[in-house]
């Protein structure tokens, strides 16, 4: 559920910055590296500076405090319903820079003579987008889809910072896991369970890239 959400997340953010920012102006490039600069930042820090914005006497609260009018104190770290969410959602946050630019790159490198005939048979933006840049994206989509899920698999970093694994066991990734019984003494068991992290990340990650890269060359 975490690799999955942190796919999505990640290339969709991503992929509408990509687009939001894809004309050569002084404006975009400037915001290309606002929005790259996360990606230089340690994943640690990341989730410290979310953690203290998400605490229930955080940034966050206090600002919709301000804006309702009454004292709000939303658990943002500490629910089983929506903390999994929030945590992928700055793991996405974290990596869009990276995906927006690898989007970028595959829409500069677009022929224009092709966007060109679009425009002459009267396509409209969504219509050319969806039916002509989207299937010419395939190569930066498997890119970036591979490595969000290969990467959120092996998260431990970010999760450790914000939610330490909580609420419960809501958010206790493999290496959240191994980390803590490997604390316990349990070496063997935890040896065990990285080998079977591995076997997942492969079984899952193997039939994955074979099936973009096989809608790539049907392009």
Excluded: C
Excluded at 49 to 72: K, P, W
Excluded at 92 to 99: E, I, P, S
Aim: aromatic letters at 12%; charged letters at 10%.
């Amino acid at each position: 559920m975490y690799a999955v959400l942190v796919a999505v997340f990640q290339n969709g953010f991503g992929l509408a910055l990509a687009l939001l920012l894809e004309r050569d102006t002084r404006f975009n490039r400037f915001f290309r590296a606002v929005f790259f600069l996360p990606v230089l930042i340690s994943a640690l820090a990341v989730g410290y500076i979310f953690r203290a914005l998400l605490a229930q006497d955080g940034a966050l609260n206090s600002v919709l405090s301000s804006l309702a009018g009454h004292h709000v104190d939303t658990p943002w770290l500490g629910s089983t319903t929506w903390t999994l969410v929030v945590v992928t959602l700055i793991h996405g946050w974290k990596w869009m820079g990276l995906a927006m630019l690898i989007y970028l790159a595959g829409l500069k490198s677009m022929p224009g003579d092709v966007l060109e005939a679009a425009r002459i048979d009267g396509a409209g933006w969504w219509h050319t987008f969806w039916s002509v840049r989207f299937p010419l994206l395939a190569p930066a989509v498997t890119f970036n889809v591979t490595t969000a899920l290969i990467g959120s698999m092996n998260t431990f970093d970010i999760v450790q910072a914000t939610t330490g694994g909580g609420p419960g066991s809501e958010t206790e990734v493999f290496n959240i896991y191994m980390f803590r019984i490997f604390g316990q003494g349990l070496y063997a068991q935890a040896s065990a369970m990285s080998l079977v992290l591995f076997l997942i990340v492969v079984v899952l990650a193997v039939p994955v890239i074979v099936g973009l890269r096989r809608r790539e060359n049907n392009q």
